[in-house]
């Protein structure tokens, strides 16, 4: 089975990081697409099939979404909860890689349904290496239940 076909939604507001994420991918041999939108409406609309990415209606959905906490319009708890409030999206796996070091930030992460919650470090190494890790084993070793089916 290959993993080519598994997409990847970033949500991630800082230009900088969602370079340094999807470079960390390519240089790591990660060829997934990769979505990358900007705010917390925009990765709802995307998953949900609406306003700009309406013709995406009836396209799998990403096998992972890597989501910032700290985003416009809608933060990425507020994404979270949307995400699992839905029966067809609720299995998708949510890594959250995010800068925040709040543990109220963690505790509700979690609870919301996270799979994973990942501090972004501050040194540009470690921050390669914390993408790789996550990369390898959310698209290549980890086994995704099966995409839920609209009624």
Do not use: C, H
Not at 9 to 24: I, K, Q
Request: hydrophobic share 45%; net charge positive; proline share 6%.
């Amino acid at each position: 089975m290959t993993t080519v076909s598994k997409t990847i939604l970033l949500v991630e507001d800082n230009p900088d990081d969602a370079m340094l994420t999807l470079r960390t991918f390519k240089k790591s041999n990660i060829v997934n697409p990769i979505t990358v939108v900007k705010d917390g409406v925009e990765a709802l609309d995307f998953l949900f099939a609406r306003g700009a990415y309406a013709e995406r209606a009836g396209t799998p959905l990403p096998a992972l979404v890597i989501l910032d906490l700290k985003l416009p319009k809608l933060d990425g708890l507020g994404v979270l909860k949307a995400i699992r409030g839905k029966e067809r999206t609720r299995r998708i796996p949510v890594v959250i890689l995010t800068s925040s070091k709040e543990e109220q930030d963690l505790i509700q992460g979690y609870s919301l349904g996270a799979n994973s919650y990942v501090r972004k470090p501050v040194d540009f190494a470690e921050f390669m290496e914390a993408a790789r890790v996550l990369g390898i084993f959310w698209l290549m070793t980890n086994q995704a239940p099966p995409e839920q089916k609209t009624a």
